[in-house]
């Protein structure tokens, strides 16, 4: 069997759009009959999701699986590094998480370890698909990484991939990116395409300036996207949730937040604005306590700016309250962590609003899950996932959810509890917490916006270009 063909789209910086450009290729090139593959040898993102075999990928990757149909895989995103801060990340490595490691440790592992992992995975999947749509990481001509950059241009030359360059107009001196990343890039010559993102305006303006970068460096403009505004696509990273629109929700917004997709119904109806101080809790009807990269320091932000005492007098004047995962253990009432995993002290105390306890195991749980419940006399049932290393040890509540692993959470009153991500993705919990009940399904929405975003983006690709670069065939 012939080999598949490697598109990898990189970007002149983070933000570029990279993560929407390649989620839209995998649609195009799919819709065209083609089997076709996502791929991100390295993630850097607080965005994770569960797949169905219970491995840890990014969000990310699993929307670019959404939208080229195929079932999400620790494969699709072989290594994610999730930041705690003071320079260490949590390194997950083929779905599993391999504990805490500082820049140094991670950086070793990534140049000897992660590079044998990411040529082992991405061969794998080349020799079952026809075409895989990588995405590279940050910036690909981050001169001081190039020994550990396993997501960029050593990957399109040891696969001899075809290199697609995405630059944000927005961002302002954008000719000069492009040619300065392909200048400096460790193997400038896989990047044979370049995209102008993110255009505001009329595009001809930018024609000599195209004519100039082709001229010197070789490359050709595979198209110009214009500014997409209203689009409601999950966010990859905190970058992509900094805007809050305002309303009655309230999102305790804490400096170790993770799982912000956990907010994307709420982003999608416009219905919330973010808490960090007590001030900002005024004219708020619902708290969310989203989850946690570190409980104890969250709580004690909680406690330093009001936030503390102010759930407590939300929750004593019988306003709603749901929290989920790490904000769920903040309800609680104790917290143990004989291990250490978390916790410097070892055990702390939780707020008391929920009569429950926890406790961190050695072992991350990573699963699917399945649930139903009812909630304002409203039956509902759907699909979610956890990612946690905390479980509940004691819970005296009436439990939220049954599962197909048993009964889950806790709720007392206006205040939930739950380990289950994306549980606001169900409509009677979003009219429970918001007053307004979305007149469409999650899901369908979500599928709705990547077809509309894969049709804007292919109606302004260069149609010869995009044909050669799916013909297999290198520019000389």
């Not at 593959?37 to 990928?57: H, V």
């Not at 959470?409 to 429970?432: C, D, F, Q, R």
Request: proline share 3%.
């Amino acid at each position: 069997m012939k080999a598949g063909k490697l598109i990898h789209v990189m970007g002149t910086g983070s933000n570029a759009g990279k993560s929407t450009i390649a989620m839209a290729l995998c649609r195009i090139i799919s819709q065209k009959g083609y089997s076709v593959s996502p791929f991100k040898a390295m993630n850097m993102s607080l965005n994770s999701i569960s797949t169905g075999e219970g491995d840890e990928i990014s969000r990310a990757q699993w929307l670019q699986a959404k939208a080229c149909g195929v079932e999400p895989s620790w494969r699709i995103n072989p290594i994610l590094l999730k930041p705690e801060g003071k320079g260490s990340s949590q390194i997950i490595a083929k779905g599993k998480s391999l504990g805490k490691m500082g820049i140094a440790e991670y950086g070793n592992f990534l140049a000897e370890e992660g590079r044998n992992i990411v040529a082992e995975t991405l061969g794998g999947l080349l020799s079952e698909y026809e075409y895989v749509i990588a995405e590279g990481s940050g910036s690909c001509a981050e001169i001081n990484l190039y020994d550990r950059d396993i997501s960029n241009t050593w990957m399109t030359d040891k696969f001899s991939g075809t290199g697609i360059l995405v630059v944000n107009i927005e961002n302002g001196g954008s000719f000069a990116s492009i040619y300065g990343t392909k200048t400096l890039a460790q193997f400038g010559e896989t990047l044979e395409y370049f995209i102008i993102n993110n255009m505001r305006g009329d595009s001809k303006m930018l024609s000599k300036g195209i004519e100039f970068i082709e001229n010197y460096t070789g490359m050709k403009c595979l198209g110009i996207i214009p500014h997409m505004d209203g689009i409601k696509l999950p966010g990859e990273d905190s970058m992509n949730y900094g805007h809050s629109p305002g309303g009655n929700v309230g999102i305790i917004r804490y400096p170790q937040f993770e799982n912000y997709s956990d907010l994307d119904p709420l982003r999608f109806i416009g219905n919330f604005r973010y808490i960090t101080t007590k001030e900002d809790m005024a004219g708020i009807d619902s708290i969310i306590l989203p989850g946690s990269k570190n409980v104890e320091s969250d709580l004690k932000f909680m406690k330093s700016t009001g936030i503390w005492d102010s759930v407590i007098s939300h929750h004593l004047a019988g306003k709603k309250i749901i929290g989920i995962c790490g904000g769920y253990q903040m309800l609680s009432c104790e917290i143990d962590d004989p291990h250490q995993i978390q916790l410097k002290s070892g055990h702390i105390s939780g707020m008391g609003i929920l009569d429950c306890d926890f406790e961190y195991r050695i072992h991350k749980t990573v699963r699917p899950v399945e649930y139903e419940g009812s909630i304002n006399n409203a039956h509902f049932k759907g699909k979610g996932y956890e990612i946690r290393f905390g479980n509940v040890r004691r819970n005296a509540e009436t439990a939220f959810l049954k599962t197909n692993i048993g009964e889950e959470g806790s709720m007392k009153g206006n205040a939930i509890g739950t380990n289950v991500h994306g549980i606001l993705e169900e409509n009677a919990i979003m009219e429970w917490l918001t007053g307004i009940r979305p007149d469409k399904q999650y899901d369908e929405i979500l599928m709705e916006n990547i077809i509309l975003v894969s049709d804007i983006i292919s109606a302004n690709l260069n149609i010869e270009h995009f044909s050669h670069i799916l013909n297999g065939h290198r520019d000389s």
